[in-house]
């Protein structure tokens, strides 16, 4: 009866392992602030649309290497533990609250010779990384070799002229993200080391207000009057709309919907080329205060009318035909949430172990626990590649990562039913193992991929199913064996 019962177990723990995600769907800051609810606003990133975590999620892999920035003394880049901060809300304090994000320990350098050039210091509970109020200092110094050392071969740099160009790069991302809503280096230039002091959502309702007064104005000069605009107002609105002409150029998010609603991947705009554009036009989209007002009351600690606004924002776009871009940051989000790929190379190494355990022990607890770990991770395979289809709109045909994946499921699927008509637990341990390699090899050559699946493998959740699982197999055989052993083993005396 247990031999029956312990492979079910098993399986069960795995599962507890996938289902363990699912509480981020309602993910909130320690303040209260709705950051699941923010990260699964649609924005237009890299080409189509996209969540709000992806960018979080992307951008703080560009910068830092992880998926969260750790917040405990001597945490490194795979801490386990702690207190963290989540990727959307290192987001959200990047693009309202600078003077804080500047003080986050994002920048990693470990070259000691690059450390000298730079004349850094590294804290003893820094783990290696810095802030970019530590680095900023040293931006010109940086620039200037990273551009001498992309003119040398990057066979014939130095390790520690790679890892100066890696550090351009980074920084070079982070300002982008910094732009993105607000022109935040310059503000915080103008405010020369005083805390920065600017709320978007005051000075935009004074720019509406202004603009709407331009427009009746010019109205009625078009039908002979004589009325001239107030210098004042103009003179304000101008320097209000000035440093949006670097957010149009730095932006690296377009979050306002296109003008022409409806399933469209394009037309998506960043804040700041819509706020220039609006001082010829005289038309503000209303995503534009919607969005201000969500983050100033982040910036403000008000988590209470920053979740309603959310909210209302979420029910405006799908009120306005957005729907379909909603959808589809929402498979988005709960794409990386489960990370369908990463859990079934995880779960196909703990078949793989146990197919193998049990061929060598013949043990039929540890074959059927292999089978049914193979069966889940063939599942999330599927949830995988479904996901993908519904994201992309096509076949997983269309590029060498996604065939990859699929061929690997074809080959894990393949065995697994070949398995079930023959009893052969080798065949299917040759299948996991394969198609386990194959989704390392696709995550190796996909952005960051290798971080991702390390962050899964080495995740607390995934060792604490491992060790229950190991505890519900190893713990029973051992009994069994132990009852086994003859009675005349025990030492006769002469």
């Not at 986050?104 to 970019?132: E, N, W």
């Not at 403000?300 to 940051?329: E, H």
Request: hydrophobic share 50%; aromatic share 8%; glycine share 6%.
């Amino acid at each position: 009866m247990m031999k029956r019962v312990i492979p079910w177990a098993v399986f069960a723990v795995f599962v507890a392992f996938v289902a363990a995600s699912a509480p981020a769907w309602r993910a909130t800051s320690h303040e209260g602030f709705d950051l699941a609810g923010f990260g699964r606003l649609p924005v237009g990133f890299g080409g189509r649309v996209r969540p709000m975590d992806s960018v979080a999620r992307m951008g703080l892999l560009q910068v830092r290497g992880t998926l969260d920035v750790p917040l405990g003394r001597g945490e490194g880049r795979w801490p386990i533990g702690g207190n963290r901060l989540s990727a959307t809300e290192w987001l959200l304090e990047v693009l309202v609250k600078p003077d804080v994000a500047d003080t986050r320990r994002v920048f990693p350098i470990a070259d000691a010779t690059l450390l000298s050039k730079l004349q850094l210091k590294p804290a003893p509970d820094a783990a290696g990384y810095f802030t970019f109020k530590e680095i900023a200092p040293r931006n010109g110094q940086i620039s200037s070799e990273a551009n001498r050392i992309s003119k040398i071969l990057p066979a014939k740099q130095a390790p520690w002229e790679r890892e100066m160009a890696a550090l351009r790069f980074r920084l070079a991302s982070y300002e982008r993200l910094k732009n993105s809503l607000q022109a935040n280096s310059l503000l915080q230039g103008d405010a020369k080391g005083a805390p920065l002091q600017y709320d978007m959502t005051q000075l935009l309702t004074t720019y509406r207000a202004n603009l709407a007064e331009t427009a009746r104005v010019a109205a009625r000069r078009k039908r002979g009057g004589t009325e001239a605009l107030d210098p004042a107002k103009v003179a304000d609105m101008m320097a209000f709309v000035r440093p949006f002409a670097a957010v149009s150029r730095l932006s690296v998010i377009a979050p306002i919907p296109p003008p022409r609603p409806g399933d469209s991947r394009d037309g998506w705009m960043n804040i700041g080329a819509v706020i220039v554009d609006s001082s010829r036009t005289a038309r503000l989209p209303a995503p534009v205060t919607q969005l201000a007002a969500i983050t100033s009351a982040f910036a403000s600690g008000n988590p209470a009318t920053f979740n309603r606004l959310v909210d209302v924002y979420q029910r405006w776009l799908a009120s306005n035909a957005m729907g379909p871009a909603l959808r589809r940051a929402r498979y988005e989000f709960f794409y990386n949430l489960l990370q369908p790929y990463a859990k079934a190379v995880a779960l196909y190494l703990v078949a793989v172990i146990f197919l193998c355990a049990a061929w060598r022990g013949r043990s039929a607890t540890l074959y059927r626990s292999g089978v049914l770990a193979a069966a889940l991770a063939i599942a999330l395979h599927s949830t995988g590649l479904l996901l993908d289809m519904m994201l992309t709109g096509r076949l997983p045909v269309f590029s060498g990562l996604a065939l990859m994946a699929l061929c690997s499921w074809a080959i894990a699927v393949g065995t697994f039913a070949f398995e079930q008509s023959s009893g052969r637990s080798r065949v299917l341990a040759v299948g996991a193992a394969v198609a386990m390699l194959m989704l390392v090899t696709a995550h190796a050559f996909s952005p960051a991929g290798l971080t991702l699946l390390v962050a899964e493998v080495a995740s607390v959740p995934f060792a604490i199913a491992v060790a229950l699982a190991l505890a519900l197999v190893v713990l029973p055989l051992a009994r069994e064996r132990a009852v086994r052993a003859p009675a005349e083993a025990a030492p006769v005396p002469a």
